[in-house]
Protein backbone atom coordinates (compact mmCIF):
# COMPACT_ATOMS: atom_id res chain seq x y z
CA UNK A 1 0.00 0.00 0.00
CA UNK A 2 1.20 3.51 -0.56
CA UNK A 3 0.95 7.31 0.46
CA UNK A 4 -0.50 9.76 -1.81
CA UNK A 5 -0.70 13.54 -1.67
CA UNK A 6 -0.63 16.38 -3.72
CA UNK A 7 -2.43 20.06 -4.33
CA UNK A 8 -3.54 21.71 -7.39
CA UNK A 9 -3.46 25.79 -7.42
CA UNK A 10 -4.33 28.08 -10.05
CA UNK A 11 -2.47 31.39 -9.20
CA UNK A 12 0.79 29.73 -8.36
CA UNK A 13 3.75 28.54 -10.62
CA UNK A 14 4.07 24.96 -8.54
CA UNK A 15 7.18 23.86 -10.38
CA UNK A 16 9.20 25.84 -7.45
CA UNK A 17 7.31 23.71 -5.01
CA UNK A 18 9.62 20.65 -5.19
CA UNK A 19 10.39 21.18 -1.25
CA UNK A 20 7.13 21.40 0.18
CA UNK A 21 5.78 18.80 -2.09
CA UNK A 22 8.60 16.80 -0.54
CA UNK A 23 7.63 17.53 2.92
CA UNK A 24 4.27 16.87 2.60
CA UNK A 25 5.08 13.34 1.37
CA UNK A 26 7.77 13.01 3.49
CA UNK A 27 4.57 12.63 6.32
CA UNK A 28 3.25 9.56 4.54
CA UNK A 29 6.87 7.95 4.53
CA UNK A 30 5.54 5.12 7.28
CA UNK A 31 2.59 3.91 4.35
CA UNK A 32 5.61 3.96 1.65
CA UNK A 33 8.77 3.24 3.43
CA UNK A 34 9.82 1.39 0.15
CA UNK A 35 10.24 4.80 -2.76
CA UNK A 36 9.72 8.18 -3.55
CA UNK A 37 8.14 9.97 -6.55
CA UNK A 38 7.21 13.66 -7.62
CA UNK A 39 5.99 15.47 -10.26
CA UNK A 40 5.32 19.18 -11.14
CA UNK A 41 3.88 21.37 -13.52
CA UNK A 42 2.85 24.99 -14.21
CA UNK A 43 -0.76 24.51 -11.71
CA UNK A 44 -0.31 21.01 -10.21
CA UNK A 45 1.83 18.67 -7.95
CA UNK A 46 1.84 15.33 -7.09
CA UNK A 47 3.88 13.26 -4.93
CA UNK A 48 3.90 9.32 -3.81
CA UNK A 49 5.22 7.08 -1.04
CA UNK A 50 5.41 3.20 -2.23
CA UNK A 51 5.25 -0.02 -0.66
CA UNK A 52 6.00 -2.67 -2.90
CA UNK A 53 3.46 -5.29 -3.43
CA UNK A 54 3.23 -5.86 -6.71
CA UNK A 55 5.47 -5.86 -9.53
CA UNK A 56 8.85 -3.85 -8.39
CA UNK A 57 9.51 -2.69 -11.31
CA UNK A 58 6.67 -1.71 -13.32
CA UNK A 59 4.55 -0.37 -10.67
CA UNK A 60 6.69 3.51 -10.21
CA UNK A 61 4.42 6.26 -9.01
CA UNK A 62 3.72 9.18 -10.10
CA UNK A 63 2.95 6.90 -13.29
CA UNK A 64 2.88 9.36 -16.48
CA UNK A 65 0.84 8.28 -19.17
CA UNK A 66 1.34 10.57 -22.79
CA UNK A 67 -1.11 9.89 -25.84
CA UNK A 68 -0.29 12.37 -28.18
CA UNK A 69 -0.89 15.88 -26.76
CA UNK A 70 -2.64 14.70 -23.49
CA UNK A 71 -0.59 13.78 -20.22
CA UNK A 72 -2.04 12.07 -17.37
CA UNK A 73 -0.20 11.27 -13.70
CA UNK A 74 -1.53 8.89 -11.60
CA UNK A 75 -1.01 8.64 -7.69
CA UNK A 76 -2.18 6.00 -6.29
CA UNK A 77 -2.96 4.29 -3.19
CA UNK A 78 -4.64 0.63 -3.38
CA UNK A 79 -4.93 -2.70 -5.03
CA UNK A 80 -6.96 -4.13 -7.41
CA UNK A 81 -8.47 -7.84 -7.34
CA UNK A 82 -9.95 -7.85 -10.63
CA UNK A 83 -6.24 -6.16 -12.43
CA UNK A 84 -6.38 -9.12 -15.10
CA UNK A 85 -10.16 -8.46 -15.89
CA UNK A 86 -10.04 -5.17 -16.50
CA UNK A 87 -6.76 -4.77 -18.69
CA UNK A 88 -8.35 -7.63 -20.83
CA UNK A 89 -10.99 -5.46 -21.53
CA UNK A 90 -8.72 -2.55 -22.05
CA UNK A 91 -6.27 -4.60 -24.60
CA UNK A 92 -9.57 -5.62 -26.30
CA UNK A 93 -9.50 -1.74 -27.04
CA UNK A 94 -6.75 -1.80 -27.81
CA UNK A 95 -4.32 -0.30 -24.93
CA UNK A 96 -1.47 -1.97 -24.52
CA UNK A 97 0.57 -2.32 -21.51
CA UNK A 98 4.47 -1.81 -20.02
CA UNK A 99 4.03 -3.34 -16.82
CA UNK A 100 1.65 -5.98 -14.86
CA UNK A 101 1.13 -3.79 -11.96
CA UNK A 102 -2.27 -2.75 -11.07
CA UNK A 103 -1.59 0.75 -11.20
CA UNK A 104 -0.72 0.95 -14.69
CA UNK A 105 -4.50 -0.30 -15.18
CA UNK A 106 -5.93 1.82 -13.24
CA UNK A 107 -4.38 4.96 -15.19
CA UNK A 108 -5.24 3.56 -18.63
CA UNK A 109 -8.82 2.43 -17.18
CA UNK A 110 -9.10 6.55 -16.41
CA UNK A 111 -7.71 7.46 -19.77
CA UNK A 112 -10.29 4.93 -21.64
CA UNK A 113 -13.41 5.66 -19.38
CA UNK A 114 -12.58 9.11 -17.40
CA UNK A 115 -14.28 8.99 -14.09
CA UNK A 116 -16.39 6.33 -14.59
CA UNK A 117 -13.57 3.77 -14.80
CA UNK A 118 -14.13 3.28 -10.40
CA UNK A 119 -17.40 1.58 -11.42
CA UNK A 120 -15.29 -1.09 -13.00
CA UNK A 121 -12.84 -1.53 -10.40
CA UNK A 122 -13.21 -4.30 -7.53
CA UNK A 123 -10.43 -3.41 -4.98
CA UNK A 124 -9.35 -0.96 -2.13
CA UNK A 125 -7.99 2.51 -3.47
CA UNK A 126 -7.53 6.08 -3.15
CA UNK A 127 -6.77 7.46 -6.79
CA UNK A 128 -5.52 10.75 -7.42
CA UNK A 129 -5.12 12.00 -11.61
CA UNK A 130 -4.04 15.10 -13.08
CA UNK A 131 -4.76 15.43 -17.08
CA UNK A 132 -2.56 17.99 -18.25
CA UNK A 133 -4.76 18.49 -20.91
CA UNK A 134 -7.94 19.59 -19.11
CA UNK A 135 -6.35 20.96 -16.20
CA UNK A 136 -8.16 18.87 -13.73
CA UNK A 137 -7.63 16.49 -10.76
CA UNK A 138 -9.27 13.15 -10.66
CA UNK A 139 -9.88 11.97 -6.69
CA UNK A 140 -11.62 8.99 -5.98
CA UNK A 141 -12.25 6.44 -2.96
CA UNK A 142 -13.04 2.78 -2.56
CA UNK A 143 -16.92 2.05 -2.18
CA UNK A 144 -16.46 0.74 1.14
CA UNK A 145 -14.06 3.04 2.65
CA UNK A 146 -10.83 0.60 3.15
CA UNK A 147 -8.31 3.54 2.02
CA UNK A 148 -8.13 6.81 3.29
CA UNK A 149 -8.12 10.07 1.03
CA UNK A 150 -8.44 13.77 2.82
CA UNK A 151 -8.63 17.19 1.25
CA UNK A 152 -8.87 20.86 1.68
CA UNK A 153 -10.18 23.48 -0.34
CA UNK A 154 -8.84 26.97 0.32
CA UNK A 155 -9.97 29.89 -2.67
CA UNK A 156 -8.88 28.36 -5.67
CA UNK A 157 -6.36 25.61 -4.09
CA UNK A 158 -7.13 22.11 -3.59
CA UNK A 159 -5.04 19.82 -1.37
CA UNK A 160 -5.14 16.15 -1.07
CA UNK A 161 -3.53 13.32 0.93
CA UNK A 162 -3.87 9.71 2.50
CA UNK A 163 -3.34 11.42 5.82
CA UNK A 164 -4.47 14.68 7.26
CA UNK A 165 -0.61 15.55 8.50
CA UNK A 166 0.27 15.11 4.66
CA UNK A 167 -2.22 18.63 4.52
CA UNK A 168 -0.79 20.11 7.39
CA UNK A 169 2.04 20.37 5.65
CA UNK A 170 1.24 22.96 3.55
CA UNK A 171 1.12 26.19 4.79
CA UNK A 172 -2.86 27.35 3.92
CA UNK A 173 -3.83 24.22 6.05
CA UNK A 174 -4.07 24.93 9.90
CA UNK A 175 -5.22 22.13 13.02
CA UNK A 176 -8.27 24.37 13.89
CA UNK A 177 -10.56 22.85 15.74
CA UNK A 178 -14.42 24.67 16.10
CA UNK A 179 -17.62 23.93 17.06
CA UNK A 180 -18.64 20.60 15.00
CA UNK A 181 -15.06 19.66 15.88
CA UNK A 182 -15.56 19.75 19.43
CA UNK A 183 -19.20 17.92 18.78
CA UNK A 184 -17.73 15.37 16.97
CA UNK A 185 -14.78 14.38 19.38
CA UNK A 186 -16.94 13.98 22.60
CA UNK A 187 -20.58 13.71 20.44
CA UNK A 188 -19.67 11.08 17.90
CA UNK A 189 -15.88 10.04 18.60
CA UNK A 190 -14.05 7.95 18.14
CA UNK A 191 -16.10 7.63 14.75
CA UNK A 192 -16.76 10.50 12.80
CA UNK A 193 -19.43 11.97 10.23
CA UNK A 194 -19.10 10.59 6.90
CA UNK A 195 -16.64 13.29 4.35
CA UNK A 196 -15.77 15.12 8.12
CA UNK A 197 -11.71 15.52 9.01
CA UNK A 198 -12.71 16.56 12.36
CA UNK A 199 -10.41 19.50 11.87
CA UNK A 200 -12.26 22.80 10.46
CA UNK A 201 -11.73 22.69 6.25
CA UNK A 202 -10.87 19.16 6.27
CA UNK A 203 -12.91 17.05 4.28
CA UNK A 204 -12.49 13.74 3.22
CA UNK A 205 -13.76 11.65 0.09
CA UNK A 206 -16.85 9.48 1.03
CA UNK A 207 -16.88 5.98 0.40
CA UNK A 208 -17.96 5.49 -3.09
CA UNK A 209 -17.80 8.82 -4.46
CA UNK A 210 -15.42 10.71 -6.90
CA UNK A 211 -14.23 13.91 -7.23
CA UNK A 212 -13.55 16.66 -10.51
CA UNK A 213 -11.78 19.87 -10.00
CA UNK A 214 -10.79 22.08 -12.54
CA UNK A 215 -10.88 26.16 -12.95
CA UNK A 216 -14.06 26.58 -15.25
CA UNK A 217 -16.31 24.29 -12.41
CA UNK A 218 -14.66 24.19 -9.29
CA UNK A 219 -15.26 21.41 -7.32
CA UNK A 220 -17.90 18.33 -8.31
CA UNK A 221 -18.47 15.40 -6.90
CA UNK A 222 -20.82 12.43 -7.63
CA UNK A 223 -21.13 9.09 -6.08
CA UNK A 224 -20.66 6.20 -7.96
CA UNK A 225 -21.89 3.58 -5.71
CA UNK A 226 -24.75 2.71 -3.38
CA UNK A 227 -26.56 -0.06 -1.98
CA UNK A 228 -29.78 -0.87 -3.37
CA UNK A 229 -32.64 -2.54 -1.99
CA UNK A 230 -34.13 -5.38 -3.66
CA UNK A 231 -36.31 -8.70 -2.81
CA UNK A 232 -34.18 -11.52 -1.79
CA UNK A 233 -35.34 -14.48 -4.40
CA UNK A 234 -32.71 -17.01 -3.55
CA UNK A 235 -33.83 -19.96 -1.34
CA UNK A 236 -32.23 -20.59 1.71
CA UNK A 237 -29.59 -23.32 -0.36
CA UNK A 238 -29.10 -20.43 -2.97
CA UNK A 239 -28.23 -18.26 -0.50
CA UNK A 240 -25.78 -20.68 1.27
CA UNK A 241 -23.92 -21.11 -1.89
CA UNK A 242 -23.60 -17.72 -3.10
CA UNK A 243 -22.50 -16.82 -0.12
CA UNK A 244 -19.88 -19.24 0.00
CA UNK A 245 -18.37 -18.47 -3.42
CA UNK A 246 -18.30 -14.91 -3.05
CA UNK A 247 -16.52 -15.03 0.39
CA UNK A 248 -13.79 -17.80 -1.34
CA UNK A 249 -13.53 -16.33 -4.45
CA UNK A 250 -13.04 -12.47 -2.36
CA UNK A 251 -10.34 -14.69 0.15
CA UNK A 252 -8.04 -16.06 -3.40
CA UNK A 253 -8.62 -12.79 -5.42
CA UNK A 254 -6.55 -10.82 -2.02
CA UNK A 255 -3.78 -13.38 -1.85
CA UNK A 256 -2.18 -12.14 -5.13
CA UNK A 257 1.08 -10.36 -4.06
CA UNK A 258 5.11 -10.36 -4.88
CA UNK A 259 5.75 -9.99 -1.01
CA UNK A 260 5.05 -12.37 1.63
CA UNK A 261 1.39 -12.40 2.97
CA UNK A 262 -0.25 -13.70 6.29
CA UNK A 263 -3.12 -13.72 8.24
CA UNK A 264 -4.52 -12.92 11.42
CA UNK A 265 -6.21 -15.85 13.36
CA UNK A 266 -7.91 -15.23 16.22
CA UNK A 267 -9.55 -18.63 16.29
CA UNK A 268 -12.91 -16.70 15.82
CA UNK A 269 -15.28 -17.85 12.77
CA UNK A 270 -13.93 -14.60 10.42
CA UNK A 271 -10.62 -15.34 10.60
CA UNK A 272 -10.58 -18.45 10.97
CA UNK A 273 -12.34 -19.01 7.03
CA UNK A 274 -9.63 -16.80 5.73
CA UNK A 275 -6.93 -18.65 7.22
CA UNK A 276 -8.32 -22.17 6.34
CA UNK A 277 -8.69 -20.37 2.21
CA UNK A 278 -5.64 -19.61 2.02
CA UNK A 279 -3.84 -21.89 3.90
CA UNK A 280 -5.04 -24.64 1.91
CA UNK A 281 -4.41 -22.82 -1.30
CA UNK A 282 -0.93 -22.56 -0.51
CA UNK A 283 -0.61 -26.42 0.24
CA UNK A 284 -2.21 -27.03 -3.05
CA UNK A 285 0.30 -24.82 -5.03
CA UNK A 286 3.15 -26.18 -3.27
CA UNK A 287 4.14 -23.13 -1.37
CA UNK A 288 5.92 -22.48 2.37
CA UNK A 289 3.29 -23.27 4.96
CA UNK A 290 1.11 -20.35 5.43
CA UNK A 291 1.87 -17.63 8.71
CA UNK A 292 -0.83 -16.61 10.70
CA UNK A 293 -0.74 -14.15 13.70
CA UNK A 294 -2.62 -13.55 17.05
CA UNK A 295 -2.43 -10.88 19.63
CA UNK A 296 -2.64 -11.18 23.33
CA UNK A 297 -1.41 -9.38 26.58
CA UNK A 298 0.56 -11.04 29.14
CA UNK A 299 -1.37 -12.25 32.42
CA UNK A 300 -4.36 -12.20 30.60
CA UNK A 301 -4.74 -15.69 31.48
CA UNK A 302 -4.73 -14.57 35.33
CA UNK A 303 -7.20 -11.45 34.96
CA UNK A 304 -9.74 -13.00 32.24
CA UNK A 305 -13.52 -13.05 33.35
CA UNK A 306 -15.99 -14.59 31.19
CA UNK A 307 -18.85 -11.69 29.44
CA UNK A 308 -21.68 -11.85 27.59
CA UNK A 309 -19.41 -9.81 25.41
CA UNK A 310 -16.56 -12.00 25.72
CA UNK A 311 -17.08 -15.45 26.68
CA UNK A 312 -13.99 -17.13 26.26
CA UNK A 313 -10.26 -16.62 25.76
CA UNK A 314 -9.08 -17.01 22.43
CA UNK A 315 -5.72 -18.64 22.71
CA UNK A 316 -6.62 -22.34 22.89
CA UNK A 317 -9.39 -21.77 19.39
CA UNK A 318 -5.85 -20.02 18.19
CA UNK A 319 -3.98 -23.12 18.63
CA UNK A 320 -6.93 -25.60 17.79
CA UNK A 321 -7.08 -24.05 14.30
CA UNK A 322 -3.18 -23.22 13.58
CA UNK A 323 -3.00 -26.73 14.83
CA UNK A 324 -5.67 -28.13 12.54
CA UNK A 325 -4.75 -25.99 9.31
CA UNK A 326 -0.90 -26.52 9.97
CA UNK A 327 0.34 -22.51 9.86
CA UNK A 328 3.47 -21.23 10.94
CA UNK A 329 1.85 -19.56 13.84
CA UNK A 330 3.54 -16.37 15.96
CA UNK A 331 1.83 -15.37 18.68
CA UNK A 332 2.40 -11.81 19.79
CA UNK A 333 2.00 -10.89 23.60
CA UNK A 334 2.10 -7.29 24.57
CA UNK A 335 2.29 -6.05 28.04
CA UNK A 336 0.35 -3.60 29.80
CA UNK A 337 3.11 -0.72 30.18
CA UNK A 338 4.13 -1.24 26.21
CA UNK A 339 0.19 -0.62 25.43
CA UNK A 340 -0.09 2.74 27.38
CA UNK A 341 2.99 4.31 25.78
CA UNK A 342 1.91 3.36 22.22
CA UNK A 343 -1.16 5.27 23.03
CA UNK A 344 1.04 8.44 21.67
CA UNK A 345 1.74 6.57 18.44
CA UNK A 346 -1.31 5.29 17.61
CA UNK A 347 -2.71 8.85 17.84
CA UNK A 348 0.16 10.57 15.08
CA UNK A 349 -1.10 7.09 13.00
CA UNK A 350 -4.43 8.15 13.11
CA UNK A 351 -4.06 11.76 13.34
CA UNK A 352 -6.74 12.12 15.85
CA UNK A 353 -7.84 10.53 19.49
CA UNK A 354 -8.85 7.09 18.49
CA UNK A 355 -9.98 3.62 20.27
CA UNK A 356 -7.11 4.23 22.82
CA UNK A 357 -5.72 1.15 23.86
CA UNK A 358 -7.85 -1.30 21.24
CA UNK A 359 -5.88 1.17 18.54
CA UNK A 360 -2.32 1.17 20.33
CA UNK A 361 -2.22 -2.93 21.03
CA UNK A 362 -3.05 -3.03 17.57
CA UNK A 363 -0.30 -0.84 16.36
CA UNK A 364 2.08 -2.51 18.54
CA UNK A 365 0.28 -5.81 17.01
CA UNK A 366 1.19 -4.44 13.38
CA UNK A 367 5.01 -3.74 14.19
CA UNK A 368 5.71 -7.25 14.88
CA UNK A 369 3.67 -8.64 12.20
CA UNK A 370 5.79 -6.37 9.61
CA UNK A 371 9.29 -8.11 10.87
CA UNK A 372 7.78 -11.48 9.10
CA UNK A 373 4.89 -10.15 6.20
CA UNK A 374 4.36 -7.07 4.35
CA UNK A 375 0.66 -8.13 3.70
CA UNK A 376 -2.29 -9.38 5.61
CA UNK A 377 -5.49 -10.45 5.64
CA UNK A 378 -8.13 -9.49 8.19
CA UNK A 379 -11.47 -11.12 9.56
CA UNK A 380 -12.62 -6.85 9.54
CA UNK A 381 -16.14 -6.14 8.61
CA UNK A 382 -17.54 -9.62 8.80
CA UNK A 383 -20.02 -8.39 11.48
CA UNK A 384 -21.25 -5.75 10.26
CA UNK A 385 -21.73 -7.29 6.79
CA UNK A 386 -23.39 -10.25 8.26
CA UNK A 387 -25.04 -9.15 11.55
CA UNK A 388 -22.54 -10.24 14.32
CA UNK A 389 -22.86 -7.50 16.80
CA UNK A 390 -24.69 -7.75 20.04
CA UNK A 391 -26.89 -4.52 19.11
CA UNK A 392 -28.31 -6.43 15.55
CA UNK A 393 -29.89 -8.83 18.89
CA UNK A 394 -30.72 -7.42 21.82
CA UNK A 395 -34.73 -5.48 21.65
CA UNK A 396 -33.16 -2.56 23.76
CA UNK A 397 -30.60 -1.72 21.30
CA UNK A 398 -32.63 -2.85 18.33
CA UNK A 399 -35.11 0.21 19.42
CA UNK A 400 -32.68 2.77 20.82
CA UNK A 401 -33.24 5.95 18.96
CA UNK A 402 -29.78 6.48 18.48
CA UNK A 403 -26.51 4.84 17.47
CA UNK A 404 -26.44 1.72 18.80
CA UNK A 405 -22.99 1.68 20.18
CA UNK A 406 -23.14 4.92 21.74
CA UNK A 407 -25.97 5.29 24.46
CA UNK A 408 -24.34 7.56 26.53
CA UNK A 409 -24.98 10.45 25.15
CA UNK A 410 -25.99 12.27 28.12
CA UNK A 411 -22.81 11.60 29.88
CA UNK A 412 -20.94 12.35 26.98
CA UNK A 413 -22.51 16.25 27.15
CA UNK A 414 -21.66 16.11 30.61
CA UNK A 415 -18.17 15.73 30.30
CA UNK A 416 -17.52 18.99 28.31
CA UNK A 417 -17.14 22.07 30.24
CA UNK A 418 -20.09 24.84 30.60
CA UNK A 419 -18.56 27.40 27.98
CA UNK A 420 -18.94 24.48 25.70
CA UNK A 421 -22.44 23.47 27.32
CA UNK A 422 -23.72 26.29 26.56
CA UNK A 423 -22.57 26.54 22.77
CA UNK A 424 -23.56 22.94 21.53
CA UNK A 425 -26.39 21.08 22.26
CA UNK A 426 -24.30 17.67 21.84
CA UNK A 427 -27.58 15.20 21.74
CA UNK A 428 -29.09 17.53 18.89
CA UNK A 429 -25.89 17.23 17.00
CA UNK A 430 -25.83 13.01 17.36
CA UNK A 431 -29.46 13.08 16.57
CA UNK A 432 -29.07 15.07 13.51
CA UNK A 433 -26.34 13.17 12.38
CA UNK A 434 -28.36 9.86 12.88
CA UNK A 435 -31.48 11.57 11.34
CA UNK A 436 -29.06 12.14 8.37
CA UNK A 437 -28.02 8.80 8.17
CA UNK A 438 -31.32 7.39 8.39
CA UNK A 439 -32.29 9.71 5.58
CA UNK A 440 -29.94 7.76 2.94
CA UNK A 441 -31.11 3.99 3.75
CA UNK A 442 -32.24 2.74 0.89
CA UNK A 443 -35.91 1.61 1.43
CA UNK A 444 -37.73 -1.63 0.16
CA UNK A 445 -41.33 -0.58 -0.38
CA UNK A 446 -43.91 -2.85 1.74
CA UNK A 447 -41.18 -4.04 3.93
CA UNK A 448 -42.18 -5.38 7.22
CA UNK A 449 -41.09 -3.00 10.08
CA UNK A 450 -38.80 -4.71 11.99
CA UNK A 451 -36.87 -6.15 9.08
CA UNK A 452 -36.72 -2.22 8.06
CA UNK A 453 -35.50 -1.65 11.28
CA UNK A 454 -32.96 -4.34 10.80
CA UNK A 455 -31.87 -2.79 7.47
CA UNK A 456 -31.44 0.83 9.23
CA UNK A 457 -29.29 -0.82 11.37
CA UNK A 458 -27.19 -2.88 8.70
CA UNK A 459 -26.54 1.01 6.82
CA UNK A 460 -25.90 2.83 10.35
CA UNK A 461 -23.08 -0.17 10.91
CA UNK A 462 -21.62 -0.54 7.48
CA UNK A 463 -21.44 3.68 7.07
CA UNK A 464 -20.10 4.54 10.87
CA UNK A 465 -18.82 1.50 13.24
CA UNK A 466 -17.61 -0.13 9.96
CA UNK A 467 -15.66 2.95 8.99
CA UNK A 468 -13.71 3.72 12.73
CA UNK A 469 -12.39 -0.13 12.53
CA UNK A 470 -11.25 0.66 8.47
CA UNK A 471 -9.86 3.87 10.15
CA UNK A 472 -8.10 1.97 12.39
CA UNK A 473 -7.13 -0.90 11.08
CA UNK A 474 -5.88 1.58 8.20
CA UNK A 475 -4.01 3.60 10.18
CA UNK A 476 -1.99 1.23 12.57
CA UNK A 477 -0.96 -1.39 9.77
CA UNK A 478 -0.11 1.67 7.68
CA UNK A 479 1.86 3.07 10.50
CA UNK A 480 4.51 0.10 9.91
CA UNK A 481 4.44 -0.65 6.14
CA UNK A 482 1.88 -3.18 6.28
CA UNK A 483 -0.86 -3.79 4.19
CA UNK A 484 -4.04 -5.02 5.35
CA UNK A 485 -6.65 -6.51 2.95
CA UNK A 486 -9.88 -6.85 4.50
CA UNK A 487 -12.02 -9.93 2.27
CA UNK A 488 -15.13 -9.75 3.88
CA UNK A 489 -15.66 -5.93 2.44
CA UNK A 490 -15.99 -6.99 -1.28
CA UNK A 491 -18.88 -4.92 -2.65
CA UNK A 492 -20.07 -8.10 -4.25
CA UNK A 493 -20.18 -9.99 -0.72
CA UNK A 494 -21.79 -6.63 0.83
CA UNK A 495 -23.92 -5.99 -1.73
CA UNK A 496 -25.36 -10.03 -1.91
CA UNK A 497 -25.84 -10.20 1.92
CA UNK A 498 -27.50 -6.54 1.95
CA UNK A 499 -30.69 -8.12 1.07
CA UNK A 500 -30.94 -11.52 2.17
CA UNK A 501 -33.79 -11.46 5.07
CA UNK A 502 -32.73 -11.55 8.70
CA UNK A 503 -34.56 -14.67 9.55
CA UNK A 504 -31.95 -16.21 6.57
CA UNK A 505 -29.25 -14.19 8.02
CA UNK A 506 -29.74 -15.67 11.42
CA UNK A 507 -30.31 -19.01 9.99
CA UNK A 508 -29.76 -21.96 12.68
CA UNK A 509 -30.87 -19.82 15.58
CA UNK A 510 -27.46 -17.33 15.61
CA UNK A 511 -25.61 -14.54 14.66
CA UNK A 512 -23.76 -14.90 11.28
CA UNK A 513 -25.67 -18.24 10.50
CA UNK A 514 -25.86 -17.76 6.92
CA UNK A 515 -21.94 -17.29 7.06
CA UNK A 516 -21.46 -20.45 9.57
CA UNK A 517 -23.91 -22.64 7.28
CA UNK A 518 -21.85 -21.66 4.04
CA UNK A 519 -18.20 -22.17 5.79
CA UNK A 520 -19.54 -25.64 7.97
CA UNK A 521 -17.56 -28.00 6.30
CA UNK A 522 -14.18 -25.82 6.25
CA UNK A 523 -13.47 -25.87 9.75
CA UNK A 524 -13.39 -28.15 12.87
CA UNK A 525 -17.11 -27.92 14.23
CA UNK A 526 -16.97 -26.34 17.68
CA UNK A 527 -14.96 -23.20 15.43
CA UNK A 528 -18.09 -23.13 13.31
CA UNK A 529 -20.48 -22.62 16.41
CA UNK A 530 -18.40 -21.01 18.50
CA UNK A 531 -20.03 -18.01 19.95
CA UNK A 532 -18.13 -14.74 19.25
CA UNK A 533 -15.64 -12.63 20.68
CA UNK A 534 -14.27 -9.21 20.20
CA UNK A 535 -10.65 -7.93 19.21
CA UNK A 536 -9.24 -8.80 22.40
CA UNK A 537 -8.04 -5.87 25.01
CA UNK A 538 -6.25 -6.27 28.36
CA UNK A 539 -7.65 -7.53 31.60
CA UNK A 540 -4.60 -6.49 33.91
CA UNK A 541 -6.18 -4.31 36.59
CA UNK A 542 -3.00 -2.05 36.54
CA UNK A 543 -3.63 -1.00 33.15
CA UNK A 544 -6.96 1.16 34.44
CA UNK A 545 -4.82 1.97 37.33
CA UNK A 546 -2.16 3.68 34.92
CA UNK A 547 -4.31 5.39 33.19
CA UNK A 548 -6.05 7.21 36.52
CA UNK A 549 -2.85 8.15 37.33
CA UNK A 550 -1.67 9.51 33.99
CA UNK A 551 -4.53 11.34 33.42
CA UNK A 552 -4.64 13.08 37.03
CA UNK A 553 -0.98 14.26 36.39
CA UNK A 554 -1.94 15.87 32.57
CA UNK A 555 -4.77 17.59 34.28
CA UNK A 556 -2.37 18.82 37.44
CA UNK A 557 0.39 19.99 34.51
CA UNK A 558 -0.22 23.84 34.09
CA UNK A 559 0.49 23.45 30.48
CA UNK A 560 -2.62 21.05 29.85
CA UNK A 561 -4.94 21.39 27.22
CA UNK A 562 -7.81 19.20 27.95
CA UNK A 563 -9.30 21.61 30.71
CA UNK A 564 -10.14 23.87 27.90
CA UNK A 565 -12.54 20.70 26.48
CA UNK A 566 -13.84 19.46 29.66
CA UNK A 567 -14.80 19.58 33.05
CA UNK A 568 -12.85 18.14 35.56
CA UNK A 569 -15.20 17.70 38.46
CA UNK A 570 -17.84 15.77 36.30
CA UNK A 571 -14.72 13.10 35.25
CA UNK A 572 -13.30 13.22 38.89
CA UNK A 573 -16.86 12.69 40.33
CA UNK A 574 -17.49 9.93 37.66
CA UNK A 575 -14.42 7.71 38.71
CA UNK A 576 -14.77 8.49 41.92
CA UNK A 577 -18.05 5.79 41.33
CA UNK A 578 -17.19 2.48 42.56
CA UNK A 579 -20.17 1.63 40.11
CA UNK A 580 -18.73 3.74 37.08
CA UNK A 581 -18.78 2.12 34.07
CA UNK A 582 -19.80 4.28 30.87
CA UNK A 583 -20.28 2.27 27.63
CA UNK A 584 -18.07 5.46 26.31
CA UNK A 585 -18.30 3.00 22.18
CA UNK A 586 -19.41 -0.26 21.52
CA UNK A 587 -18.07 -3.33 23.10
CA UNK A 588 -14.75 -2.44 23.98
CA UNK A 589 -14.54 0.51 24.91
CA UNK A 590 -15.53 1.27 28.69
CA UNK A 591 -13.77 3.33 31.78
CA UNK A 592 -10.42 2.42 31.16
CA UNK A 593 -10.51 3.31 27.28
CA UNK A 594 -12.35 6.25 27.78
CA UNK A 595 -9.58 7.73 30.47
CA UNK A 596 -7.51 6.67 27.91
CA UNK A 597 -8.98 8.37 24.99
CA UNK A 598 -8.68 11.59 27.22
CA UNK A 599 -5.19 10.98 27.66
CA UNK A 600 -4.69 10.83 23.46
CA UNK A 601 -7.04 13.55 23.25
CA UNK A 602 -3.90 15.42 25.22
CA UNK A 603 -1.62 14.36 23.07
CA UNK A 604 -3.30 15.26 20.22
CA UNK A 605 -4.02 19.24 20.90
CA UNK A 606 -0.32 19.52 21.50
CA UNK A 607 1.61 17.59 19.39
CA UNK A 608 -0.47 18.76 16.37
CA UNK A 609 -0.50 22.37 17.89
CA UNK A 610 -4.31 22.07 17.69
CA UNK A 611 -5.72 25.64 17.74
CA UNK A 612 -9.57 25.91 19.74
CA UNK A 613 -12.05 28.41 18.28
Not at 14 to 32: F, H, I, N
Not at 46 to 67: E, F, N, S, T
Not at 351 to 360: H, T, V
Not at 557 to 580: C, G, H, K, M, Y
Request: net charge negative.
Amino acid sequence: MCGIAGWVDWEADLTRERALLEEMTRRLSDRGPDAEGYWTSRHAAIGHRRLIVVDPAGGWQPMIKRYGERTYVLTYNGELYNTAEVRAELEAKGHRFDSYSDTEVVLVAYIEWGPDCVERFNGIYAIGIWSEYDQSLFLARDRMGVKPLFYCLRGGTLIFGSEIKALLAHPRVEAVLDRDGVAEIFGLGPARTPGKGVLKGIAEVRPGYWLLYDRANGLKQRQYWELESRPHTDGLETTVERVRELVVDAIRRQLVSDVPVCTFLSGGLDSSVISTVAARDYQAEGKEPLRTFSIDYRDNDKYFKPSAFQPNPDQPWIERMAGFLGTRHFPVVVDTPEVYEALRGAVLARDLPGMADIDSSLWLFCREIKKEATVALSGECADEVFGGYPWFHRPEAVAADTFPWSLAVDFRSRLLAPEWRDQIDLRRYVTDRYRETLAEVPRLPGEDPTEERRRELFYLNLHWFMQVLLDRKDRMSMAHGLEVRVPYCDHRIVEYVWNIPWAMKTCEGREKGILRRAVADMLPEDVVWRKKSPYPKTHNPDYFERVKRELQTILEAPDNRLRELIDVSTLAAAVQQPDFNVPWFGQLMTVPQLLAYLIQLEIWLKEYRVVIE
